[in-house]
């Protein structure tokens, strides 16, 4: 459903294990925030050269996904955790060097995504990093009317009929709420990271590699 809905979704997953790969540190632990049947930390475990030194830590808020996650990563060569958490309330991120968050902050109630990203960055070791791939707007109206028109155009091509688009649209209505790039890369930089950069854009689908 991802792949059918969100641009360029496996490529994107794969540039986040490729980053991880690149920041994951022995003896610390991989978070992924939202971390659904847990198929990308089992990527990200395969990907690793010494994966029995790292923990990876799936927080997600589905039991149900959580249940699927543990059956996914039972083959995993690293250590795994799996926790039923809600990003809505206190989070407890520790010895982090790498935090992951694809398509989740998004879903973060507006008020609560500066604490939530403090707490991360909390978590975190020196040069230790997060990853952040999001659904964006723009700041100018008519482009931003352009990619949600574009992004529909590709829905269509992945086969969901323009009803289906218009509901899922109003389904998630003041439930997924997108900020700018420049927001949430402001939003990066207040809560600590010293280097916050885009490693992908497409349209209204942004990643951003955050530093601490």
Not at 55 to 68: F, P, T, V
Not at 74 to 85: G, W
Not at 101 to 119: G, P
């Amino acid at each position: 459903m991802l792949q059918r809905s969100v641009p360029m979704y496996q490529e994107c997953q794969d540039l986040a294990v490729h980053w991880c790969a690149k920041y994951a540190k022995p003896s610390t632990s991989v978070y992924d925030l939202g971390c659904s049947t847990g198929k990308l930390l089992l990527k990200l475990a395969e990907e690793l050269e010494n994966p029995q030194n790292i923990k990876l830590i799936g927080l997600d808020n589905s039991a149900a996904m959580l249940k699927k996650a543990k059956e996914t990563l039972k083959k995993s060569p690293c250590s795994c955790a799996m926790v039923e958490a809600d990003l809505n309330k206190k989070l407890s991120i520790e010895n982090a060097s790498v935090v992951i968050m694809n398509y989740t902050l998004q879903f973060v109630q507006l008020d609560n995504r500066s604490a939530i990203l403090k707490s991360i960055y909390d978590g975190l070791i020196s040069g230790g990093s997060l990853i952040l791939i999001e659904k964006v707007k723009s700041e100018i109206p008519d482009l931003n009317k352009t990619f949600i028109e574009f992004h529909h155009q590709f829905k269509e091509e992945n086969g969901y009929s323009k009803l289906e688009i218009s509901q899922k649209r109003e389904a998630l209505e003041n439930v997924l709420i997108p900020w700018t790039v420049e927001q949430n890369s402001e939003l990066i930089k207040s809560a600590g990271f010293s280097t916050v950069d885009l490693f992908f854009k497409w349209n209204n689908f942004a990643g951003f590699i955050a530093l601490k």
